[in-house]
């Protein structure tokens, strides 16, 4: 084993780990903006295994593009988000999974008194968690729970919306609530235990299929250390009209995201009344307008094929406005 | 020429709708109309007397076979319509004033002159789809006039009887005359009488046909066993009884025989069967005439007793005698008839057993009778011939059994007659009586003329067998002319003693009652059988209607069912397969509940299947 | 070399489980963006491995690679820019609160 091999296998190590470390810290962490590092930090492993590849040309497109292009992006965005530090979450740590109190350590909660028992109560509560399995189970149904009462309570959501963008410190504060209102802080959807099984099975199928793979036609050629000659003249040369064809779909995704967001249509009226009226809150998403179709069958033989039909007009009323 | 031959037939006719018209405006009510016709009816005929023509036509022509219609006029169609016309006449201007208490004159008139149309069509006719028109006419004719007073109730049953018995022998008529334009290939009855000269008929047809028409005579002329018809008959207004039941109508059946006399001639065994059945009803007749009680039915009998004696002359070959007798009867009887009714008119009833002197009352009327009665008697007063005689002789011409029946047949016509007239008329002087008299003097006119021709019979019988073709009147022996003298005197004066001493007993006990009594029953059985018959077909028809409602029913549950079926089982089943497919679609509605993360999650969940399905399974 | 090709596929393949877990279980949209990227990061590490391995000569799996990283980053921008016209109308961006398409 020669030094550039075991610098090599270790290269490559510490670049996986990264990579995979802040792919899993992006996934589970309670804040967004962590999120949004571990991402960053993953990019950054991932491009050293570029470089590791011999891909230099791409590694360092990597970091520029990826790193400072769309995660700076993601960040802004995060910000516009509410509670993007995740003091929310932070200050329920028995709704958070171990990886994610784990990936979410040093968080500020948002009540202070629940902040020492945060810190020290971390992997206490790690151990009350007896049954992870179920944890899972029941906090997805639980949230499922929470979910259900939250659509009931859209003022309160509205409302929480309506503090946002004003500060990413803002801690949601309009409303107390703090565990009644937990359908709104909750990062996670209703599945996140079936995300989990199936990111699990979907890595062990694609791993199990590389392992179990007949080994690749490796070919043992070197690349041209002077990749970014290479990419270059294959983009002046061989790749032009895709070069130029990516060239004018950013264009028209810069037009297209600048239209968008756009601080929409001013309304007609220059007054205040008129703005606010625009930006007010829209009106809470009513009941589901679609009733149930099936009706229980009525068993009288005045039931008939006649143009009457009671059944086909209620059908019909019952999906006319959707 | 031809104008005045349809004018006699169709001048009444034309009356008749007139009347029923314009007759309630009249101060007659129509009756003026019916005389007036028939008196122009009568002075065509005269004018047209001696003439011989026909008119003929064809009614129409298909497959072979020609229906023809016409009148004729000869000497015997001549004579009976003159005969007819005549009667008609008086018996029409009796009838205006005999009808001036009933309701509804101007219908009887137009029934009246409906058929004296009809009986001049009948016997002017030249063929014989026209004449069996016109016998069905008469008959209808007569039904309508029986039926006249149909709030009587025997009225209604009387008119029924008789349209009924004489449309059985009518049966006889239509398939004689069928049979004739089945075998000759046309209904002209000149060209049947050449055929049957010229032989061009096998017997047997002739035989058949003459049959056939006998039977349709038998039922006009009420001759045994068809009868009965003729007394119940006489619930009809008098001169209805005249005219059509003792003159005319009943004479049709005579009258058709003299028509086809050539045809019953050659036809073998034809004249016999007219000459027994003829000799039966004289005798049966006569023989329960004696024992009535109603004046008009005694009188009925009598007209069914002289028509048989007018079957008897035909049936021994004496055709001419047959139609003298038809004359003569014809007048004499519609006088008895009308005397009959004037004396119903005064008193109010017919019954023998009630009335009595009436000769002190009705001077006129017993004059007229008694001129009728001596005609009918065979007794006349002036000693020319009658028709009796004339029919005597005929009967010796084929030996003597016959004529001592006859001299039979007029003892017994004296013995009723007189019993009837001296029973009415003779007698000590009624209590006053509130009827109206002699004071109607159309009644009078009609009843006398008729009377006196009755009485002037004999000058008809000389100057008739010129007219006729029938040959001359055979010539009686003195002897025989003496005995029916005799015969008639004897009669005469057993009746007249009888009523005088027992007022209206019978005359000869009670046979003449048991024989009405057992004719009535033999009729009467036939008619049984035909109504517990139509029972029966009534009880199936009952049946196939059961039947065919069982099956309306049951193809009605049937279809109940398949609707049921239909409705509840394909109907509802439809209806629960669409609904089935509904809440299959509402159960599906769960996959699109619109959260992109369950949209996320089932692609990746899908694509992971996917791949490892196609892995396990190989591609 | 001598870390072989698997490792790095394997290694992409562990980056592409946990881009689709944060694809589906993250709640707000701007995660999901970012779950998204992961994604095309894992698949770019995928293509550059194979090229390096099977095909070196080639480099056009490399502009592959620049092309992917490209549309990615605009996909990100419009779909960014989309979510702000959303949370203007919603004033939220949680995914779950999107039942339009709900039938």
Redesign the interface.
């Known amino acids: 084993m020669s030094v550039a091999g075991i610098v090599e296998i270790i290269a490559f190590a510490s670049s996986a780990f990264i990579a995979v470390a802040g792919a899993l810290g992006m996934a589970t962490t309670m804040s967004m903006f962590r999120s949004a590092i571990f991402l960053m930090a993953s990019f950054m492993g991932v491009a050293g295994l570029f470089i590791l590849l011999s891909a230099d040309l791409l590694g360092l497109l990597q970091i520029l593009m990826y790193i400072g292009g769309m995660l700076v992006m993601a960040l802004f965005m995060v910000l516009f988000m509410p509670d993007p530090g995740g003091a929310m979450m932070a200050a329920m740590p028995e709704m958070m999974t171990p990886i994610g109190r784990f990936f979410s350590l040093g968080l500020l909660p948002e009540n202070s008194h629940a902040a020492a028992a945060e810190m020290s109560g971390a992997h206490a509560e790690h151990d009350t968690h007896a049954d992870h399995g179920g944890g899972h189970g029941t906090h997805a149904r639980h949230q499922d729970a929470e979910h259900q009462r939250g659509r009931e309570r859209k003022e309160g959501d509205d409302a929480h919306g309506g503090g946002d963008h004003h500060a990413h410190g803002a801690q949601g504060g309009s409303h107390g609530m703090g565990h009644m209102d937990m359908s709104d802080m909750s990062m996670v959807t209703p599945v996140r235990a079936w995300a989990a099984w199936l990111a699990v099975a979907t890595g062990c199928v694609i791993v199990g299929l590389l392992v179990l793979r007949p080994s690749w036609p490796v070919s043992s050629a070197l690349p041209d250390p002077r990749s970014a000659d290479q990419v270059g003249s294959l983009l002046m040369d061989k790749y032009m009209v895709g070069f130029e064809a990516a060239g004018f779909l950013i264009l028209i995704g810069i037009v297209g995201a600048v239209l968008a967001a756009h601080s929409g249509q001013h309304p007609d009226h220059r007054d205040r009344e008129a703005r606010v009226a625009v930006n007010a809150p829209p009106p809470p998403i009513e009941a589901d307008f679609l009733e149930p179709l099936s009706q229980p069958l009525r068993d009288d033989d005045k039931c008939s094929p006649a143009p009457d039909g009671g059944h086909a007009n209620h059908h019909a009323g019952g999906e006319g406005p959707t | 020429m031809s104008g005045l031959l349809i004018a006699v037939p169709v001048l009444p006719l034309l009356a008749g709708p007139l009347s029923l018209l314009f007759g309630s405006r009249l101060p007659w009510r129509g009756g003026e109309l019916i005389v007036a016709a028939t008196a122009l009816s009568l002075a065509a005929l005269m004018l047209l007397m001696g003439e011989h023509q026909v008119l003929d036509g064809t009614w129409f022509e298909s497959g072979g076979f020609r229906l023809t219609v016409g009148l004729e006029l000869d000497g015997l169609t001549w004579f009976a319509a003159a005969v007819v016309a005549g009667v008609s006449f008086f018996v029409g201007l009796y009838s205006v004033g005999y009808m001036t208490d009933e309701r509804d004159r101007p219908r009887f008139f137009a029934e009246l002159a409906l058929f004296i149309g009809a009986m001049l069509t009948l016997v002017l006719a030249s063929s014989l789809v026209l004449l069996f028109a016109a016998w069905e006419t008469v008959s209808i004719a007569s039904y309508l006039l029986i039926g006249f007073r149909y709030e009587e109730e025997g009225a209604r049953a009387a008119a029924t009887k008789a349209f009924l018995m004489t449309r059985l022998g009518d049966v006889g008529f239509l398939l004689g005359w069928l049979l004739v334009l089945l075998v000759l290939g046309t209904t002209d009855i000149r060209t049947l009488l050449s055929s049957v000269e010229q032989a061009r008929l096998s017997p047997r047809m002739l035989t058949a046909i003459a049959l056939l028409m006998f039977l349709a005579a038998i039922g006009k002329s009420a001759q045994l066993p068809l009868t009965a018809w003729l007394p119940d008959a006489m619930v009809a207004p008098t001169p209805v009884s005249a005219l059509i039941h003792s003159a005319t109508m009943v004479a049709a059946g005579v009258y058709l025989l003299l028509r086809l006399y050539p045809l019953f001639a050659t036809a073998p065994g034809a004249l016999d069967a007219v000459f027994w059945v003829g000799s039966a009803t004289a005798l049966f007749s006569a023989l329960v005439a004696t024992g009535e009680m109603d004046l008009k039915r005694v009188l009925a009998w009598s007209t069914s007793s002289h028509l048989g004696e007018m079957m008897l002359a035909i049936g021994l070959g004496g055709p001419l005698a047959a139609a003298l007798q038809f004359a003569t009867h014809a007048s004499f009887k519609s006088a008895l008839f009308l005397s009959a009714g004037m004396v119903d008119k005064h008193t109010g009833t017919r019954d023998l057993r009630r009335l009595r002197g009436l000769g002190h009352v009705l001077p006129v009327t017993t004059l007229a009778f008694l001129l009728g009665a001596l005609s009918l008697a065979g007794f006349q007063p002036f000693f020319f011939t009658s028709s009796d005689e004339v029919i005597v002789a005929t009967a010796l011409s084929s030996g003597s059994a016959a004529a001592y029946l006859m001299l039979g047949v007029i003892f017994l016509s004296g013995v009723y007659i007189a019993r009837a007239g001296i029973a009415v008329f003779a007698g000590d002087k009624p209590e006053a009586g509130s009827g109206p008299g002699e004071r109607n003097l159309p009644m009078l006119i009609g009843m006398m003329a008729l009377a006196i021709a009755a009485a002037l019979g004999s000058l008809v019988i000389a100057a008739v067998p010129q007219v006729l073709p029938f040959g001359t009147e055979p010539e009686t022996p003195w002897a025989w002319r003496l005995f029916v003298i005799l015969a008639a005197i004897a009669g005469l004066a057993v009746g007249g003693w009888h009523a005088w001493r027992y007022h209206a007993a019978p005359a000869i006990a009670w046979l003449p009652g048991a024989m009405e009594r057992a004719l009535a029953a033999a009729t009467a059985f036939p008619v049984q059988i035909v109504f517990a018959f139509a029972r029966g077909v009534a009880r199936l028809e009952h049946w196939v209607d059961a039947i065919a409602r069982g099956t309306a029913t049951a193809v009605w549950a049937l279809a109940m069912d398949t609707d049921?079926l239909e409705?509840?089982d394909f109907?509802?089943g439809?209806?629960?397969l669409?609904?089935a497919f509904?809440?299959l679609?509402?159960r599906l509605?769960r996959l699109?509940?619109?959260?992109?993360?369950?949209y996320?999650?089932g692609l990746?969940?899908w694509s992971?299947v996917v791949?490892?399905g196609g892995?396990a399974f190989g591609f | 070399m001598i870390v072989p090709l698997t490792a790095y596929l394997v290694v992409g393949a562990i980056l592409f489980a946990i881009a689709v877990y944060t694809v589906v279980a993250q709640r707000s949209a701007v995660m999901v963006l970012m779950g998204i990227e992961l994604l095309l990061n894992a698949v770019g590490l995928n293509i550059v491995a194979f090229w390096r391995f099977v095909r070196p000569d080639d480099y056009s799996a490399q502009i592959f690679t620049i092309f992917i990283i490209t549309i990615g980053a605009v996909e990100m921008a419009i779909g960014l820019g989309i979510m702000m016209m959303i949370y203007r109308q919603r004033r939220t961006v949680q995914v779950d609160k999107f039942t339009e398409l709900r039938g």
């Open positions: 049921r409705r509840r109907g509802a439809g209806d629960r669409a609904q509904a809440s679609g509402e509605r699109e509940t619109g959260k992109l993360y369950l996320t999650l990746f969940v992971l791949v490892v892995l």
